[in-house]
C-alpha cells in the first residue's frame, strides 16, 4: 500500500522567511504533483514532477524530486501571506492509474 | 476556472437516503477521477473511469459506486448515507488514462448527512 506523508503537518511561518515541506511516499513511484488549496476551495496544480532530479519553480515556490529517496521537497523563500494555504503532493501509485495525496500541509504566514 | 463542472454545489440529506453528484470533466479530457475530502481521513482515491470503462479502484465503500457515460460526464451515487459520509467530493478529469501533466479539480460537492 502506497502511503504518502507530509511534514510538517502545520506551519506557521513569519513574512519573510524560507521554509521546506517534505514529501516522503513509501513505495516506487516515477512521478509527483503538488497542488494547493484555499479553504472551501478546489485544489489549484502547482507542480508536476515526472523525472527523478526533477526541479522546478515558480515565483517564491521550488519543488523538487528524489525518486531514490522518496522524497519531494517544496521549498518557500521570502513567504508573503497570500502564499497561505494547504499544499498537497499527490503520487502515482506505480503501474496503475491511482494518484494517492499525502496528509497535506497548512500553511499560516504571519504578517 | 478549471473547466470541470460539479453539481450540486451543496447537498443536504438525511441518513438512510441516496444522493447522486454530477461531474463534467474539461471539454477534450477522456478521465475522472473522484476523490472524497473529509477532515479525518484527507483526500481519499475513490474511483477512477476513462472513456466509459473502469480503471482503477480506491478506497470507495460498497455503498458507493460511480460510472461514466457516453458523452463522458460522470455520477457517483452513494447509497445508505451514513453521517461519515459527510464530507467534499471532488471530481477532477485528465486528458488520458494518467496524469501526463496534471489533473484538473472541480469546485466540490459538500455533502452533509444529517
Known amino acids: 500500500e502506497l502511503k504518502v506523508e507530509q511534514n510538517p503537518l502545520f506551519l506557521s511561518m513569519q513574512e519573510g522567511k524560507n521554509y521546506t515541506i517534505y514529501c516522503n511516499y513509501s513505495t516506487t513511484s516515477d512521478r509527483l504533483y503538488w497542488y494547493r488549496q484555499d479553504p472551501g476551495k478546489s485544489l489549484e496544480s502547482l507542480f508536476v514532477l515526472l523525472s527523478n532530479g526533477a526541479v522546478k519553480q515558480e515565483g517564491r515556490l521550488m519543488a523538487s524530486l528524489d525518486t531514490k529517496a522518496r522524497l519531494s521537497t517544496l521549498h518557500i523563500t521570502a513567504a508573503v501571506h497570500d502564499l497561505s494555504a494547504t499544499y498537497f503532493c499527490?503520487?502515482?501509485?506505480?503501474?496503475?492509474?491511482?494518484?494517492?495525496f499525502g496528509t497535506g500541509t497548512r500553511l499560516k504566514v504571519l504578517a | 476556472d478549471s473547466g470541470v463542472t460539479q453539481t450540486p454545489k451543496h447537498l443536504i440529506t438525511a441518513t438512510g437516503q441516496r444522493v447522486t453528484l454530477r461531474c463534467s470533466p474539461r471539454s477534450g479530457d477522456l478521465s475522472v477521477y473522484w476523490y472524497q475530502q473529509s477532515l479525518d481521513q484527507g483526500l481519499q482515491f475513490l474511483i477512477q473511469y476513462y472513456n466509459g470503462e473502469e480503471r482503477a479502484k480506491g478506497n470507495i465503500l460498497e455503498r458507493f459506486s460511480a460510472q461514466q457515460f457516453p458523452d463522458l460526464h460522470s455520477e457517483l451515487n452513494l447509497s445508505s448515507l451514513e453521517l461519515g459520509d459527510s464530507a467534499l467530493y471532488f471530481c477532477?478529469?485528465?486528458?488520458?488514462?494518467?496524469?501526463?501533466?496534471?489533473?484538473?479539480f472541480g469546485q466540490g460537492t459538500r455533502l452533509t448527512v444529517v
Open positions: 477532477a478529469s485528465s486528458p488520458g488514462s494518467g496524469w501526463n501533466t496534471e489533473a484538473f
Open positions: 499527490a503520487v502515482r501509485l506505480e503501474g496503475t492509474y491511482k494518484y494517492i
